[in-house]
């Protein structure tokens, strides 16, 4: 399984975000549905995360998106 990285500019810092493949395919779909750049929608997801770390957050926001569309 291979990671890739994405950067971000979130609440005006840049940041680098590592997940698999499948993970970023979801969250490119997602956001293609909302009508969003998959900055906005990571920025989003980041918004409303709390204190769990963006990677874990984005995982779960793919897992739930894909949980709803089966």
């Known amino acids: 399984m291979t990671l890739r990285k994405r950067s971000f500019s979130l609440a005006g810092h840049r940041t680098s975000v590592a997940l698999e493949d499948e993970f970023w395919a979801v969250l490119d779909l997602e956001a293609k549905t909302a009508n969003l750049s998959l900055a906005a ?3 989003r997801i980041d918004a409303a995360r709390g204190e769990r770390p ?3 957050a984005l995982r779960l926001a793919a897992l739930a998106a894909a949980a709803a569309r089966s």
């Open 54 to 56: 963006l990677a874990s």
């Open 41 to 43: 929608y990571v920025a």
